[in-house]
């Protein structure tokens, strides 16, 4: 399973931002499938997740503010992103975890997009 990102780029303090991220290959299902974050020197975070069966889940930081959508059909996920701080600045990696057509599971990542908010 592969996941490819777009999106990413610099923005000012207040701008928005739409990460994607498409996930390919022999697919079954997705149980899982969101976007981390790491900034220099950080650990990665959790930024935005949806799961089959718990629904959508946002770090506290970013409720509110960023709103991730599925499209199942397209076995993609995107990220909107408003009202971008400079705190937002990071790394964003996509997530996917599921099935394969084989049968077996997955937890696959993306390579990273770069997002940088800056005056």
């Known amino acids: 399973v592969q996941l490819v990102e777009s999106g990413g780029g610099l923005v000012h303090p207040g701008g928005s931002l739409r990460l994607s991220c498409a996930a390919s290959?022999?697919?079954?299902?997705?149980?899982?499938m969101g976007w981390y974050r790491q900034a220099p020197g950080e650990q990665r975070e959790l930024v935005a997740r949806?799961?089959?069966?718990?629904?959508?889940n946002y770090a506290g930081s970013v409720k509110g503010r960023f709103t991730l959508s599925r499209d199942n059909a397209k076995n993609t996920v995107y990220l909107q992103m408003n009202s971008l701080k400079p705190e937002d600045t990071a790394v964003y990696y996509c997530n996917a975890a599921g099935t394969t057509g084989y049968l077996r599971q997955f937890d696959a990542w993306g390579q990273g997009t770069q997002v940088t908010v800056s005056s």
């Open positions: 290959g022999s697919i079954f299902r997705i149980n899982a």
């Open positions: 949806v799961t089959s069966d718990s629904g959508t």
